[in-house]
């Protein structure tokens, strides 16, 4: 079966302490990997995509074939960073399926 | 470009109605999905719709439907609410949802509330 497994719902840090944000998948293949995010009071949007290995806002994220592991990353938190997190393989036959989320919370 | 745009934004409705949501997507996106997002669930896929036709499906009851018109906007209907229908749903635009390197862009949500 085709999954992806975010383990973590709630990962709290220290402003400035470096955060990862974990994501785990079992699809067949070699998927794009996306991570969007969801400030409070904003809509869902992408954040970031494997296949464009571009760092946005400080954040990279990157592929581990090996563990089918597509961790997002950033070395130094800020609180603007408290967000919801989801990470989103897709395949031919997984579309529109996101992994159940980890909300982030920055503290001060 | 306008963004996605969902109305109506919020709703409270009682147990045993219906409820139907309305999404514009983008501009020439043709792909719409729905999403209902919860704390506990997360974000779970209802359904997409490609050409007026319901194209993917996720695993929810029949209570669950949608359609989409010529102009790619698309409705979802709730009957016979339920209490744990109480949700945000939201709704994704994407040019043809079928590359899988295709972004899909989200409306603000319908927020709503069963009592």
């Known amino acids: 079966a085709q999954r992806v497994t975010q383990p973590e719902k709630l990962l709290s840090v220290f402003k400035g302490a470096p955060v990862e944000l974990k994501c785990n998948y079992s699809?067949?293949?070699?998927?794009?990997l996306f991570w969007y995010v969801q400030y409070s009071r904003q809509r869902l949007q992408l954040l970031l995509r494997?296949?464009s290995r571009e760092s946005i806002k400080g954040f990279t994220a990157d592929l581990n074939k090996g563990e089918t592991s597509f961790h997002l990353k950033k070395p130094f938190a800020q609180e603007e960073d408290s967000a919801m997190y989801y990470c989103?393989?897709?395949?031919?036959?997984?579309?529109?399926?996101f992994g159940s989320g980890t909300k982030l919370n920055v503290k001060p | 470009k306008a963004g996605v745009t969902q109305t109506p934004r919020y709703l409270i409705k009682t147990r045993g109605q219906q409820v139907t949501l309305s999404c514009s997507p983008i501009?020439?996106?043709?792909?719409v999905s729905w999403y209902q997002q919860t704390p506990g669930q997360g974000l779970q896929f209802l359904f997409e719709?490609?050409?007026?036709?319901?194209?993917n499906k996720g695993n929810f009851p029949g209570r669950f439907s949608g359609r989409q018109f010529s102009n790619s906007r698309s409705e979802m209907n709730v009957s016979t609410l339920e209490l744990g229908d109480s949700a945000l749903y939201l709704c994704?635009?994407?040019?043809?949802?079928?590359?899988?390197?295709?972004?899909?862009?989200f409306g603000p949500g319908t927020r709503l509330t069963v009592l």
């Open positions: 719709y490609f050409s007026e036709t319901q194209r």
């Open positions: 989103a393989p897709r395949n031919n036959f997984n579309k529109f399926y």
């Open positions: 699809y067949s293949g070699s998927p794009e």
């Open positions: 994704a635009s994407s040019l043809t949802g079928l590359e899988t390197r295709d972004t899909q862009y």
């Open positions: 494997h296949i």
């Open positions: 501009s020439g996106h043709r792909s």
